[in-house]
C-alpha cells in the first residue's frame, strides 16, 4: 500500500482483531466510526493548530465491509476552511494481508470547529490547493456546507408537505409490522478513557454507542444479522464531560424493501440533573441497515404501520430524510461518471431498439418505488438500488392517449415545455419509430452546458397492451463526436409510457435512471430544495393540453 503521506494528510493504519468485531466476525461499525473521528479530529488540529471538536459528521455510505485479520487504512485531510470551521475528508481503504488487494470501504466528510484559547478570536488558515483534486474538493466543499445549513429548513419544507402524501399503507395491510417493540435505552457513564483530551466525551465513542443501540433496535424488527449501511449526518448539539450520564433511546422510525431506518437520541444528566430527571439533548442521528439471515441471504423488512401520532411523525420523517439523502448523493459523493459508450450499429438497429423499450418497461416493472411528493395531478416516485437512483413522475393529463404519445414522442417539441432542454436535432431517422436526436441542455452547477447524443424509439400499443412507449438511450455516434463546448454525457435508461384512462385524459409516466451527468439536474428536487421536476411536470401537462385544445387533436 501506499504510504506517503501528502501535506495537511493524516494517515491511521489499524489491524483488524477479535476485540474490533462482531459476532459475524466483520468490523464493528462503531469501532470504525470511532477511527474515523479520530483521524478527521487530528488531521483538523494539524490545519488549525489548536483544539477543535467534532461539529458533525456528514452521510455515510459503506461501501464493502472489513474482517478480522484485514487492515485499515483511514486518510483524513482538510479540504476548506472557513472562518472557524473545517470541512474533512476522509476516505478509508481495506486491504487483505495475504492477497493485498485493496477495496473502498467508505468515504465521508465531517465538520469540525476551532476552540478558541481564552478571550482570542479564531481566524482559520486558508487550505492550501496544491492538486486537481484539491481544487475540486476545495469547490465541492462550498456546496456541500450549503446542503449542511439548509438541511434543517429543507426538512421542515418536506414535512408540511407530508400531510399531502398519498400514505402507501393502509389499516389492516397484511405483512405490515408496528414498531412498538422495537424501542431500546441503554446507559453509559462517561469515564476517562471516554475523554478526549479537551475533557469532553469522545465525539466518536457517542456515535459507537449510538450504532450499539442501532443495532439491537434493528435486530428485533428484522430478527437476523443488521449490519449498519448508511448514517444519515451526525449532529453534535451540545458537549458532556467525565462524570455525566449518557441515556441513549433507538426505535426503529420506517423501512424501505431491504433497509430500515432506526433513530437515536442522546440526553447527557450532570449528578445534580440526574437527581432532578432534567437532561440535556446533546445528539440525535438516523442509522440505516441492512440485514441477513442465517444462510447471509438479504432480509426484506415488513412495512411499517403507524398506529400513534408519534408513530406517524417517525415514520414520514424518515421518508423525508430519505428524499433528502437521495438529492444529496450527487453533492456529497461526486463520484465520476463512467462513459457507458452503447455504439450505434446501424445493422442492429432492430435489437438496439428492442432493448432500448425493454429496458424501460423493466425499470418501470421494479418494485421498491417509494412516493416523495404528491401534487395535483403530479406524484414523483424514487427507487434507490444498489448502484442507481431512478426518478418516475406520473402526471394525469387531461388530452387523449395517442394525442400525448404524438406530442411527447416527437423530441424536437421537447424545448417548448422542458426547461432543461436547449435544443434538440435529428440527427438520422432509422426508421418510421427509431430517430437519433442531439440534445443541448442548459447549464447545471456553473459547468459548461451538457449535450446528449440519444435514440428515442416509439411503440404504439399492441392488441394485448394498452401502453404507448417512448424510450431514451445514449448511443455513441463517430458521425457526432464530443464538441469543445459541451460536456458530453449520457441517457442510461429513460422515457414516456402512456395509458389511456379514458377517451379524453390519460396518464404518462415519466422515467429516468439517472447517470452522474443527469443527476445535477435533479438532485435538488429529489432533495427538496428545488421544485425543477414538478415545474417541468406541469409544464409538459400544460403543453399537451393547450395542443389538443388548440385543435391538433383533430389533425392526429
Given at each position: 500500500m501506499?504510504?506517503?503521506?501528502a501535506?495537511?494528510?493524516?494517515?491511521m493504519?489499524?489491524?483488524i482483531?477479535?476485540?474490533?468485531a462482531?459476532?459475524?466476525?466483520e468490523?464493528?461499525?462503531?469501532q470504525?466510526l470511532?477511527?474515523?473521528?479520530?483521524?478527521?479530529?487530528l488531521?483538523?488540529?494539524?490545519?488549525?493548530g489548536i483544539s477543535?471538536?467534532?461539529a458533525s459528521?456528514?452521510d455515510?455510505?459503506?461501501?464493502d465491509t472489513?474482517?478480522?485479520?484485514?487492515?485499515?487504512?483511514?486518510?483524513?485531510?482538510?479540504?476548506?476552511?472557513?472562518?472557524?470551521?473545517?470541512e474533512?475528508s476522509?476516505?478509508?481503504i481495506v486491504?487483505?494481508?495475504?492477497?493485498?488487494?485493496e477495496?473502498?470501504?467508505?468515504?465521508?466528510?465531517?465538520?469540525?470547529?476551532?476552540?478558541p484559547?481564552?478571550?482570542?478570536?479564531?481566524?482559520l488558515?486558508?487550505?492550501?490547493?496544491?492538486?486537481?483534486q484539491d481544487?475540486?474538493e476545495?469547490?465541492?466543499a462550498?456546496e456541500?456546507?450549503?446542503?449542511?445549513?439548509?438541511?434543517?429548513n429543507?426538512?421542515n419544507?418536506?414535512?408540511?408537505?407530508s400531510?399531502r402524501?398519498d400514505?402507501?399503507i393502509?389499516n389492516?395491510?397484511?405483512?405490515?409490522?408496528t414498531?412498538?417493540?422495537?424501542?431500546v435505552?441503554?446507559i453509559?457513564l462517561?469515564l476517562?478513557?471516554?475523554?478526549?483530551?479537551?475533557?469532553?466525551t469522545?465525539?466518536?465513542?457517542?456515535m459507537?454507542?449510538m450504532?450499539?443501540?442501532a443495532?439491537i433496535?434493528?435486530?428485533?424488527l428484522?430478527?437476523?444479522?443488521?449490519?449498519?449501511?448508511s448514517?444519515d449526518?451526525?449532529k453534535f448539539?451540545?458537549?458532556?464531560a467525565?462524570?455525566?450520564?449518557?441515556?441513549?433511546?433507538?426505535i426503529?422510525?420506517?423501512?424501505?424493501?431491504?433497509?430500515v431506518e432506526?433513530?437515536?437520541?442522546?440526553?447527557?444528566f450532570d449528578?445534580?440533573e440526574w437527581?432532578?430527571?432534567?437532561?440535556?439533548h446533546?445528539?440525535?442521528?438516523f442509522?440505516?441497515y441492512?440485514?441477513?439471515?442465517?444462510?447471509?441471504?438479504a432480509?426484506i423488512?415488513?412495512?411499517?404501520?403507524?398506529?400513534?401520532?408519534?408513530?406517524?411523525?417517525?415514520?414520514?420523517?424518515?421518508?423525508?430524510r430519505?428524499?433528502?439523502?437521495?438529492?444529496?448523493?450527487?453533492?456529497?459523493?461526486?463520484k465520476?461518471?463512467?462513459?457507458?459508450n452503447t455504439?450505434?450499429d446501424i445493422?442492429?438497429?432492430?435489437?438496439?431498439?428492442?432493448a432500448?423499450?425493454?429496458?424501460?418497461?423493466?425499470?418501470a416493472s421494479k418494485?421498491?418505488?417509494?412516493?416523495?411528493?404528491?401534487?395535483?395531478k403530479?406524484?414523483?416516485?424514487?427507487?434507490?438500488?444498489?448502484?442507481?437512483?431512478?426518478?418516475?413522475?406520473?402526471?394525469r393529463?387531461?388530452s387523449p392517449?395517442h394525442?400525448?404519445y404524438?406530442?411527447l414522442s416527437?423530441f424536437t417539441?421537447r424545448?417548448?415545455?422542458?426547461?432543461?432542454y436547449?435544443s434538440?436535432e435529428?440527427?438520422?431517422q432509422?426508421?418510421e419509430?427509431?430517430?437519433?436526436?442531439h440534445?443541448?441542455?442548459?447549464?447545471?452547477?456553473?459547468?459548461?452546458p451538457?449535450?446528449?447524443?440519444?435514440?428515442?424509439?416509439?411503440?404504439?400499443?399492441?392488441n394485448?397492451?394498452n401502453?404507448?412507449?417512448?424510450?431514451?438511450?445514449s448511443v455513441?455516434?463517430?458521425?457526432?463526436p464530443?464538441?469543445?463546448?459541451y460536456i458530453?454525457?449520457?441517457?442510461?435508461?429513460?422515457?414516456?409510457?402512456?395509458q389511456?384512462?379514458d377517451?379524453?385524459?390519460?396518464?404518462?409516466?415519466?422515467?429516468?435512471?439517472m447517470?452522474?451527468?443527469?443527476?445535477?439536474?435533479?438532485a435538488?428536487?429529489?432533495?427538496?430544495?428545488?421544485?425543477?421536476?414538478?415545474?417541468?411536470?406541469?409544464?409538459?401537462?400544460?403543453?399537451?393540453?393547450?395542443?389538443?385544445h388548440?385543435?391538433l387533436?383533430?389533425v392526429?
Amino acid at each position: 500500500m501506499e504510504a506517503m503521506v501528502a501535506p495537511g494528510e493524516v494517515l491511521m493504519s489499524q489491524a483488524i482483531q477479535p476485540a474490533h468485531a462482531d459476532s459475524r466476525g466483520e468490523l464493528s461499525a462503531g469501532q470504525l466510526l470511532k477511527w474515523m473521528d479520530t483521524t478527521a479530529c487530528l488531521a483538523a488540529e494539524k490545519h488549525a493548530g489548536i483544539s477543535c471538536v467534532t461539529a458533525s459528521m456528514d452521510d455515510i455510505l459503506f461501501e464493502d465491509t472489513a474482517r478480522i485479520g484485514q487492515i485499515i487504512t483511514i486518510r483524513a485531510k482538510v479540504t476548506r476552511a472557513f472562518s472557524t470551521s473545517m470541512e474533512i475528508s476522509i476516505k478509508v481503504i481495506v486491504q487483505d494481508k495475504f492477497t493485498g488487494t485493496e477495496k473502498l470501504l467508505c468515504v465521508a466528510f465531517s465538520t469540525f470547529v476551532a476552540k478558541p484559547v481564552g478571550k482570542e478570536k479564531v481566524h482559520l488558515k486558508p487550505v492550501p490547493l496544491q492538486t486537481e483534486q484539491d481544487q475540486v474538493e476545495h469547490s465541492l466543499a462550498s456546496e456541500r456546507r450549503k446542503v449542511r445549513l439548509q438541511h434543517e429548513n429543507t426538512f421542515n419544507n418536506i414535512m408540511k408537505e407530508s400531510g399531502r402524501f398519498d400514505d402507501p399503507i393502509c389499516n389492516g395491510e397484511e405483512g405490515t409490522a408496528t414498531t412498538m417493540g422495537t424501542s431500546v435505552q441503554s446507559i453509559e457513564l462517561v469515564l476517562p478513557p471516554h475523554a478526549n483530551h479537551h475533557g469532553n466525551t469522545f465525539g466518536g465513542q457517542i456515535m459507537a454507542w449510538m450504532e450499539t443501540v442501532a443495532t439491537i433496535s434493528a435486530s428485533r424488527l428484522c430478527h437476523g444479522h443488521p449490519f449498519l449501511k448508511s448514517v444519515d449526518m451526525f449532529k453534535f448539539r451540545g458537549p458532556s464531560a467525565v462524570g455525566d450520564r449518557l441515556v441513549f433511546n433507538a426505535i426503529v422510525n420506517n423501512t424501505f424493501q431491504n433497509s430500515v431506518e432506526v433513530g437515536v437520541r442522546v440526553e447527557a444528566f450532570d449528578c445534580q440533573e440526574w437527581a432532578e430527571g432534567r437532561g440535556r439533548h446533546i445528539n440525535s442521528a438516523f442509522l440505516i441497515y441492512n440485514a441477513v439471515d442465517d444462510q447471509e441471504e438479504a432480509i426484506i423488512f415488513p412495512r411499517i404501520q403507524p398506529i400513534s401520532k408519534d408513530d406517524v411523525r417517525r415514520y414520514q420523517g424518515a421518508i423525508a430524510r430519505r428524499r433528502i439523502r437521495l438529492g444529496r448523493k450527487y453533492v456529497i459523493s461526486h463520484k465520476k461518471e463512467v462513459p457507458l459508450n452503447t455504439q450505434w450499429d446501424i445493422s442492429k438497429k432492430g435489437s438496439l431498439s428492442n432493448a432500448n423499450v425493454e429496458a424501460l418497461k423493466n425499470l418501470a416493472s421494479k418494485s421498491g418505488w417509494e412516493i416523495t411528493t404528491t401534487l395535483e395531478k403530479i406524484k414523483i416516485y424514487t427507487l434507490e438500488e444498489q448502484d442507481a437512483i431512478s426518478v418516475k413522475v406520473e402526471k394525469r393529463v387531461g388530452s387523449p392517449a395517442h394525442t400525448a404519445y404524438h406530442l411527447l414522442s416527437d423530441f424536437t417539441m421537447r424545448p417548448l415545455w422542458d426547461p432543461h432542454y436547449i435544443s434538440c436535432e435529428v440527427i438520422d431517422q432509422v426508421s418510421e419509430d427509431d430517430l437519433i436526436y442531439h440534445v443541448t441542455c442548459s447549464v447545471a452547477n456553473g459547468d459548461k452546458p451538457r449535450d446528449f447524443v440519444v435514440l428515442v424509439s416509439r411503440r404504439k400499443p399492441l392488441n394485448d397492451d394498452n401502453t404507448y412507449t417512448v424510450a431514451v438511450k445514449s448511443v455513441s455516434l463517430s458521425s457526432v463526436p464530443p464538441y469543445p463546448q459541451y460536456i458530453r454525457s449520457e441517457v442510461i435508461c429513460a422515457g414516456f409510457l402512456i395509458q389511456a384512462v379514458d377517451s379524453s385524459s390519460c396518464t404518462v409516466a415519466y422515467l429516468n435512471q439517472m447517470s452522474d451527468s443527469i443527476l445535477p439536474y435533479f438532485a435538488g428536487n429529489i432533495g427538496g430544495w428545488s421544485k425543477s421536476i414538478e415545474e417541468a411536470a406541469a409544464a409538459c401537462i400544460k403543453f399537451i393540453e393547450n395542443a389538443a385544445h388548440d385543435g391538433l387533436k383533430s389533425v392526429l
